[in-house]
Protein backbone atom coordinates (compact mmCIF):
# COMPACT_ATOMS: atom_id res chain seq x y z
CA UNK A 1 0.00 0.00 0.00
CA UNK A 2 1.26 3.20 -0.87
CA UNK A 3 0.85 6.61 0.77
CA UNK A 4 0.32 9.82 -0.99
CA UNK A 5 0.18 13.29 1.21
CA UNK A 6 -0.07 16.56 -1.11
CA UNK A 7 1.32 19.54 0.25
CA UNK A 8 1.88 23.08 -0.60
CA UNK A 9 -1.98 24.41 -1.89
CA UNK A 10 -3.58 27.56 -1.22
CA UNK A 11 -4.52 31.01 -2.11
CA UNK A 12 -2.83 32.91 -5.08
CA UNK A 13 -3.46 35.97 -7.31
CA UNK A 14 -3.24 34.90 -10.82
CA UNK A 15 -0.01 35.42 -12.11
CA UNK A 16 1.26 33.88 -8.88
CA UNK A 17 2.99 31.17 -8.10
CA UNK A 18 2.90 27.93 -6.61
CA UNK A 19 4.77 24.31 -5.59
CA UNK A 20 2.93 21.53 -4.59
CA UNK A 21 4.67 18.38 -2.70
CA UNK A 22 4.11 15.17 -2.61
CA UNK A 23 5.45 13.20 -0.57
CA UNK A 24 5.06 8.98 -0.97
CA UNK A 25 5.37 6.44 1.96
CA UNK A 26 5.07 2.72 1.92
CA UNK A 27 6.08 0.06 -0.35
CA UNK A 28 6.80 2.30 -3.66
CA UNK A 29 7.61 0.36 -7.00
CA UNK A 30 9.93 1.25 -9.09
CA UNK A 31 7.55 0.32 -11.45
CA UNK A 32 5.54 2.97 -10.82
CA UNK A 33 4.68 6.05 -12.65
CA UNK A 34 3.91 9.28 -11.43
CA UNK A 35 1.54 12.03 -12.33
CA UNK A 36 -0.16 15.19 -10.97
CA UNK A 37 -3.69 15.42 -11.95
CA UNK A 38 -6.65 18.08 -11.13
CA UNK A 39 -10.42 18.37 -11.09
CA UNK A 40 -11.99 21.83 -11.73
CA UNK A 41 -14.90 22.62 -10.14
CA UNK A 42 -18.06 20.70 -12.06
CA UNK A 43 -15.04 18.84 -14.15
CA UNK A 44 -13.73 15.67 -14.59
CA UNK A 45 -10.35 14.82 -13.38
CA UNK A 46 -8.00 15.61 -15.65
CA UNK A 47 -3.80 14.88 -15.92
CA UNK A 48 -1.97 18.10 -16.17
CA UNK A 49 1.78 16.24 -15.67
CA UNK A 50 2.77 13.03 -15.67
CA UNK A 51 5.92 10.54 -15.88
CA UNK A 52 6.13 8.45 -18.71
CA UNK A 53 6.05 4.96 -19.07
CA UNK A 54 9.75 4.97 -19.44
CA UNK A 55 9.44 7.00 -15.97
CA UNK A 56 12.12 9.76 -17.46
CA UNK A 57 9.85 11.48 -19.94
CA UNK A 58 7.52 13.73 -18.65
CA UNK A 59 4.32 14.93 -20.52
CA UNK A 60 2.14 18.09 -19.48
CA UNK A 61 -1.57 19.13 -20.46
CA UNK A 62 -1.49 22.16 -23.17
CA UNK A 63 -3.16 24.13 -20.61
CA UNK A 64 -0.37 24.06 -18.28
CA UNK A 65 2.99 23.45 -20.76
CA UNK A 66 5.38 25.91 -20.27
CA UNK A 67 3.72 27.53 -16.96
CA UNK A 68 4.09 24.13 -14.83
CA UNK A 69 7.06 22.16 -14.37
CA UNK A 70 7.00 18.18 -12.95
CA UNK A 71 10.04 16.92 -10.93
CA UNK A 72 11.05 14.43 -8.39
CA UNK A 73 13.47 13.64 -5.45
CA UNK A 74 13.95 9.90 -5.37
CA UNK A 75 15.82 9.97 -2.17
CA UNK A 76 12.97 11.89 -0.79
CA UNK A 77 10.18 10.26 -2.48
CA UNK A 78 8.54 13.03 -3.21
CA UNK A 79 7.36 14.17 -6.27
CA UNK A 80 6.96 18.29 -7.03
CA UNK A 81 4.78 20.28 -9.12
CA UNK A 82 6.12 24.18 -9.38
CA UNK A 83 3.21 26.51 -10.96
CA UNK A 84 4.00 29.56 -12.77
CA UNK A 85 2.00 32.26 -14.21
CA UNK A 86 -1.60 30.60 -12.48
CA UNK A 87 -3.99 31.45 -14.25
CA UNK A 88 -8.34 32.13 -12.99
CA UNK A 89 -8.65 28.72 -14.54
CA UNK A 90 -6.18 26.73 -12.73
CA UNK A 91 -8.52 26.94 -9.77
CA UNK A 92 -8.82 23.18 -8.57
CA UNK A 93 -8.38 20.47 -6.03
CA UNK A 94 -4.96 19.23 -7.49
CA UNK A 95 -3.95 15.11 -6.93
CA UNK A 96 -0.74 13.35 -6.64
CA UNK A 97 -0.93 9.76 -7.82
CA UNK A 98 1.16 6.76 -8.77
CA UNK A 99 0.19 3.47 -11.01
CA UNK A 100 1.73 1.02 -12.62
CA UNK A 101 0.36 1.53 -16.05
CA UNK A 102 0.30 5.55 -15.90
CA UNK A 103 -1.19 7.24 -19.40
CA UNK A 104 -3.75 10.39 -19.52
CA UNK A 105 -6.48 8.73 -17.93
CA UNK A 106 -7.57 7.69 -14.53
CA UNK A 107 -7.50 4.08 -15.10
CA UNK A 108 -3.74 3.89 -15.05
CA UNK A 109 -3.32 5.10 -11.30
CA UNK A 110 -4.05 2.88 -8.35
CA UNK A 111 -2.78 5.10 -5.40
CA UNK A 112 -4.50 8.82 -4.55
CA UNK A 113 -3.19 11.66 -2.34
CA UNK A 114 -6.56 13.06 -0.65
CA UNK A 115 -5.90 16.15 -2.90
CA UNK A 116 -5.10 19.80 -1.85
CA UNK A 117 -7.14 22.95 -3.02
CA UNK A 118 -5.31 25.74 -5.45
CA UNK A 119 -7.37 28.81 -6.28
CA UNK A 120 -6.11 31.39 -7.98
CA UNK A 121 -7.75 35.29 -7.64
CA UNK A 122 -8.31 37.82 -9.18
Known amino acids: QVELVETGGGLVQAGGSLTLSCAAS????????LAWFRQRPGKERELIAGFGLDRKSINYADSVKGRFTLSRDTDKNTMYLQMNSLKLEDTAVYFC???????????????WGQGTQVTVSS
Open 97 to 111: TAGQWGGPTIAGYDN
Open 26 to 33: GHISSNYV
